[in-house]
């Protein structure tokens, strides 16, 4: 079953360091979507991704956040300078093209530490 | 009022039982219901769309009441492995965020 993967599981770093998490969604999605959970907290959504181009963002995703699609089959999301507040598990998430289900499949997340 | 709210529980319930949770959502526009399922510190996990029409998929029901603006999750015959925090999503429309509730935790017991 096809499934949505992410890289690292876990990243530890400094405050103020840029970090970049990396995503392979599920191949004939073309919705990617980032969420953010703090630890103890809900799921919140970041930002969603379509036709190369940022649809819609949260509050939460302000100037030190951004998103690329490099490839064919990445898609990242960067950090520019972390603050001690963006310690979370980062979830990628996929859903197929427009006019199917609209089903959001999670990757397994991306625990970010900042020290 | 919060956009989706959730009962946290938990449900401790015995091996067997049948166990009801429900969402409400306050977002009249909302067009796409989903339930989803969440061991601890792993990621969500597709249960169920929600239609409104209601749906099955085994032990499992859901429904969609949009005149009150709920949707419902129904668990017969409740398992050891059914233990997990159960998330109701809504989405505005199609292809675009889903805001989550806080979750329902179930602890089913022996």
């Known amino acids: 079953e096809p499934e949505v993967t992410q890289t690292p599981s876990h990243q530890v770093t400094q405050m103020g360091q840029e970090v970049i998490l990396r995503c392979v969604p599920i191949?004939?999605?073309?919705?990617f979507y980032w969420y953010r959970q703090i630890l103890g907290q809900k799921v919140e959504f970041l930002v969603s991704f379509y036709n190369n181009e940022i649809s819609e963002k949260s509050e939460i995703f302000d100037d030190q956040f951004s998103v690329e699609r490099p490839d064919g089959s990445n898609f990242t999301l960067k950090i520019r300078s972390t603050k001690l507040e963006d310690s979370a598990m980062y979830f990628c998430?996929?859903?197929?093209?427009?006019?199917?289900?609209?089903?959001?499949?999670f990757g397994p997340g991306t625990r970010l530490t900042v020290t | 009022r919060k956009e989706v709210e959730q009962d946290p529980g938990p449900f401790n319930v015995p091996e067997g039982a049948t166990v009801a949770f429900n969402c409400t959502y306050s977002?009249?526009?909302?067009?796409?219901f989903f339930w989803y399922r969440q061991d601890c510190r792993k990621e969500p996990k597709l249960l169920m769309s929600v239609y409104s029409s209601g749906n099955e998929d085994g032990r499992f029901t859901a429904q969609l009441n949009r005149a009150s603006q709920y949707i419902s999750l129904l668990i017969r015959d409740s398992k050891l492995s059914d233990s997990a925090t159960y998330l109701c999503a809504v989405g505005e429309r199609g292809g675009n965020k889903l805001t989550f509730g806080t979750g329902t935790q179930l602890k089913v017991e022996l």
């Open positions: 998430a996929s859903s197929e093209p427009p006019g199917q289900k609209y089903e959001q499949y």
């Open positions: 977002n009249s526009a909302s067009q796409s």
């Open positions: 191949s004939n999605h073309l919705y």
